[in-house]
Antibody
Framework: EVQLMESGGDFVQPGGSLRLSCAAS????????MSWVRQAPGKGLEWVSA????????HYADSVKGRVIVSRDNSKNTLYLQINSLRAEDTALYYC??????????WGQGTLVTVSS | SSVLTQPPSVSVAPGRTADITCEVS??????VHWYQQKPGQAPVLVMH???DRRSEIPERFSGSNSGNTATLTISRVEAGDEADYYC???????????FGGGTKLTVL
């Protein structure tokens, strides 16, 4: 069974940093691009970042570019998202997502990031 | 770059047909995917690429594209179909994944 399990969400003050992790299982992790998608409370879905299967390329939404780094460790089947200079508007549930090239076919349950003073 | 526009809400009586639209600017040959999100749950892919329904999704769900508009059609709507629905594309010109704002489907 394909599974994605996020962790690392926390309550942090503005300007702080967090590293989110996503443990993948049930598929050949290195064969798939992966993305992070977030959802602010009561709001819609917002794509944050994507990384190629080998880690050879990364893409970022304009709203986080320069503050976020996506990476992966294929030997550990783990995806990461480093978020720096956190802002109140980064408060959201962050989903780890498997990209099948015909859509995001598997989503984790999300990890909650709350930014507040 | 593209913008995806969805109606905020659609209401339909049980047993009727619901059409949820997604207007995609500069659609070109973009593939539009659809997701269903029920309250408190992660989104689920229900339709991918050019109206291909995932095997575990009921046949009542179908997709179509016409001009700049993609449509998710749910036939014989049931109470369990009540959810938020999102369209999504990959915009190769800016290397971004884009989501529509979402449509809340209410079953009356």
């Amino acid at each position: 069974e394909v599974q994605l399990m996020e962790s690392g969400g926390d309550f942090v003050q503005p300007g702080g940093s967090l590293r989110l992790s996503c443990a993948a299982s049930g598929f050949t992790f290195s064969n798939y691009d992966m993305s992070w998608v977030r959802q602010a409370p009561g709001k819609g879905l917002e794509w944050v970042s994507a990384v190629g299967g080998s880690g050879g390329y990364t893409h970022y939404a304009d709203s986080v570019k320069g503050r976020v780094i996506v990476s992966r460790d294929n030997s550990k089947n783990t995806l990461y998202l480093q978020i720096n200079s956190l802002r109140a508007e980064d408060t959201a549930l962050y989903y780890c997502v498997k990209d099948s090239e015909v859509g995001f076919d598997c989503w984790g349950q999300g990890t909650l990031v709350t930014v507040s003073s | 770059s593209s913008v995806l526009t969805q109606p905020p809400s659609v209401s339909v009586a049980p047993g009727r047909t619901a059409d949820i639209t997604c207007e995609v600017s500069n659609v070109g040959t973009k593939s539009v995917h659809w997701y269903q999100q029920k309250p408190g749950q992660a989104p689920v892919l229900v339709m991918h690429y050019k109206s291909d329904r995932r095997s575990e999704i009921p046949e009542r769900f179908s997709g179509s594209n016409s001009g700049n508009t993609a449509t998710l059609t749910i036939s014989r709507v049931e109470a369990g179909d009540e959810a938020d629905y999102y369209c999504q594309v990959w915009d190769d010109s800016i290397k971004h994944i884009l989501f529509g704002g979402g449509t809340k489907l209410t079953v009356l």
